[in-house]
Structure formats: structure tokens, C-alpha cells
């Protein structure tokens, strides 16, 4: 059977649930190469390392591993993941900036010697456990309007890029190049325009003191569409991306990124059903048998606000959707247009592949949704 997209929807979602019931997560073979055919598109110059973080499906794993790309792990589990798919540890980079020394000591063990520091500390550690390791300085750069911060735990101040560099040489370290991110789901080019800015200069003071770097590291970040409406922002501002990298780097200079959400994101869908309903406050109410404790952990997490679509139509009125636990905290969402629902039907969300799966948990003993891979 075959991802339900387009005007089979209805009738390939209910024969779906019919074969494996709620609630599901429905994920793309198909999908998922669209999603890196249009990123090497759009950004010919860089090569992306999948951020296994934002869903470490097997099957997701080996679907890029077939495309080609690298990989982005965040921990000993995803770097062994990543090698088991198959990944070759020369396209591993361990960008997590704090990592246990025995997992540094694993990671080169493993072949896997390219990685990410912010701090002088963890330079330390690298150089003890993963003597002569490849590493990228993690600079802290704008993060102005993207949805996730990620510039608030992680990043060098830019003018300690240098002195870290430096100080990486003198351990015996390979100092290689520079990382960054501009904050998940960024839809403001400006930051990545900010950061390229900032990059350059780091590169040109770092060829004066004698220590040449050949890689630009730059991160995720990529925006996804989760409503019908929203606009692609990937697409919009790639060509001005594109005219930086040609205007500050020389082909000398080898880009790469970490596409976690724009790589996953697109690819799946979640199925739930309607289990119970009530009138609270004068308010439709309606009771999915998935919630925040579940694949819808990203409204948490991620402060990600999703489309919820069904296949009733008539008469909207303002209803609230909710989970499957106990929990008061396990509102989906407050005011969701909606026809009137009945126990059984079905509730999805396309645009669910990143950081949702990624964080479910067994709350209330109940399990998270089955994930089924579809062409
Ligand atoms: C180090 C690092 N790289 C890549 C990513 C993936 O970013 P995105 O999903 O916005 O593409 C993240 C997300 O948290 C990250 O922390």
C-alpha cells in the first residue's frame, strides 16, 4: 500500500487504519527523497548529515544511507544506528558539543573522527579520549525568529573562536572548521546571512595564524510547511544563501548542514480516532487516542503548532482536541475549527515526521503510535 497524498487520501488512510489500527504513523520512502533531492536542489554546494535527532526510524536511517547523504549523531545510540544503517564513519559527524569521554573514545574507536566543541573543557576531554580527532569550533550566531532557540545552550562567543582554535592545535587536535546554528524552523535568512558573515572572518584570522580551515558547518535550521497556507521559506531564501556561500567561500571551503526537520518533517503522517467526547464549557471537547505524551510531544517540545484535518465536513464549530491520559496537560489544541466529530473517526496530521516519534513516551501505559513505512 502505497503513502496515502493527494485525492485517494480518505480511501487509503481507512483502508490503513483498517489493516493496523490507531493510532499510526504513517512514514514516506517517497517523501523522504523528495525532501533530499529538494534540499541538494536548492543548496548545490552543501552536503547534508541527516540530524538522526529529529526521528532515528530504522527505516528513515536507511533510506538516506541509500541516498547518499552523512549523518548527524547526537550520542553513542545514533552513531551506532548510523553505522548498522550502513553509514560510513567518514560522513558520521558527532555534532553534539558535550559529550561523555567513553563515547568520544567509542566514536574513534569507530572510525568516526569528526566533531563538535563550544568550550575549552570539552576540548580537553577530545583531545584525552579521541587523540588527533577532526573538530569543528561551534560558534554561537543569531537565532532572531526561529521557532527553536538553539543558540541559547551551545556556541562559542565568535571572538573565542581563534584562541579555542589555537588552543585545539596545541593538544594535538586537528582543528578543522567551524559549526553553527541559526535556530530550528528559521524562517528569517538573516541569520544564516549573519553567520556566514561571522564564519568568513574566522576563516580569514584563522589562515593568518597558520591554522587553515576547509569546513563550514552550517547546521539545520531548514523551515518546513505545516499548514496548507504556509508559505516555503526554505525555497524562498536558498538563492540568497546560495549568493553568500559563492561571495565568502572559495571552492576550497567544503559546506555542509544538518537537515533534521526539513529532511524528516515532510515525510509522515499521524492517524488517530475520535475515543471520546464530551461538551465542557459550552465547548465541543473531543478525546484522541494520541496526545502530548505521545506523537503529538513536539506541541511540547518543539513548540511546533500543527494542522488538524478530518474527513467529516459541515458546520465548524471551536473545538478542543485532547489525549489519551489523565493528564490536564494533555491538551493538543484549545480552538480547532471542526465539523462535529463521532467516536471513531479519524483525526490526522501531515508534516509530523521531526522531533514527534523522537519523544513519545509510555505514559498512563499507553504505547506510542505503530509506525508503518510505506513507498
Ligand atoms: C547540533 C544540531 N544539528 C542539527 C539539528 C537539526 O536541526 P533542524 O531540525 O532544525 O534541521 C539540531 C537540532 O536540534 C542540532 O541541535
Not at 228 to 247: C, G, L, Q, V
Request: glycine letters at 6%.
Amino acid at each position: 500500500m502505497s503513502y496515502p497524498n493527494g485525492k485517494n487520501l480518505e480511501r487509503n488512510i481507512s483502508n490503513l487504519v483498517k489493516r493496523h489500527g490507531t493510532p499510526l504513523v504513517l512514514i514516506s520512502k517517497k517523501l523522504l527523497t523528495e525532501q533530499v533531492e529538494k534540499f541538494k536542489r536548492l543548496l548545490p554546494r552543501v552536503t547534508p548529515y541527516y540530524a538522526i535527532k529529529a526521528n532515528s526510524h530504522e527505516d528513515i536511517v536507511k533510506t538516506f544511507v541509500k541516498l547518499g547523504t552523512g549523518f548527524d549523531v547526537a550520542s553513542k545510540y545514533e552513531m551506532e544506528l548510523a553505522l548498522k544503517c550502513g553509514a560510513k564513519p567518514k560522513n558520521i559527524v558527532f555534532a553534539n558539543p558535550i559529550k561523555p569521554p567513553e563515547t568520544m573514545r567509542f566514536a574513534m574507536e569507530h572510525g568516526v573522527d569528526l566533531t563538535v566543541f563550544d568550550s575549552e573543557y570539552e576540548l580537553y576531554k577530545i583531545a584525552e579520549n579521541a587523540p588527533g580527532a577532526r573538530v569543528l569550533v561551534r560558534i554561537k550566531v543569531p537565532n532572531i525568529g526561529s521557532v527553536v532557540e538553539l543558540s541559547l545552550k551551545f556556541g562559542a562567543d565568535p571572538v573565542d573562536a581563534i584562541p579555542l582554535l589555537i588552543k585545539a592545535h596545541k593538544l594535538g587536535l586537528k582543528p578543522t572548521g567551524l559549526a553553527f546554528h541559526v535556530g530550528s524552523q528559521c524562517t528569517h535568512v538573516e541569520n544564516y546571512i549573519e553567520a556566514f558573515e561571522m564564519g568568513s572572518i574566522i576563516m580569514h584570522d584563522a589562515k593568518l595564524k597558520q591554522i587553515p580551515l576547509s569546513i563550514v558547518d552550517i547546521g539545520g535550521g531548514m523551515p518546513i510547511q505545516h499548514f496548507d497556507d504556509d508559505e516555503d521559506y526554505f525555497a524562498k531564501f536558498a538563492p540568497a544563501i546560495n549568493k553568500e556561500i559563492d561571495r565568502l567561500y572559495d571552492n576550497s571551503v567544503q559546506l555542509m548542514a544538518e537537515p533534521g526537520r526539513s529532511f524528516a518533517g515532510p515525510a509522515c503522517t499521524l492517524v488517530t480516532r475520535v475515543m471520546g467526547k464530551s461538551i465542557r464549557e459550552n465547548k465541543p471537547w473531543y478525546y484522541l487516542d494520541d496526545g502530548l505524551y505521545g506523537t503529538l510531544s513536539g506541541i511540547l517540545y518543539d513548540f511546533c503548532k500543527y494542522q488538524y484535518n478530518v474527513f467529516k465536513r459541515g458546520l465548524t464549530h471551536i473545538s478542543t482536541l485532547a489525549g489519551p491520559t489523565c493528564d490536564s496537560h494533555d491538551i493538543i489544541a484549545r480552538s480547532v475549527e471542526l465539523p462535529e466529530l463521532d467516536i471513531n473517526d479519524i483525526v490526522y496530521v501531515q508534516n509530523i515526521g521531526a522531533y514527534s516519534t523522537a519523544s513519545t513516551t509510555n505514559f498512563n501505559g499507553i504505547l506510542p503510535a505503530k509506525t508503518v513505512f510505506l513507498p
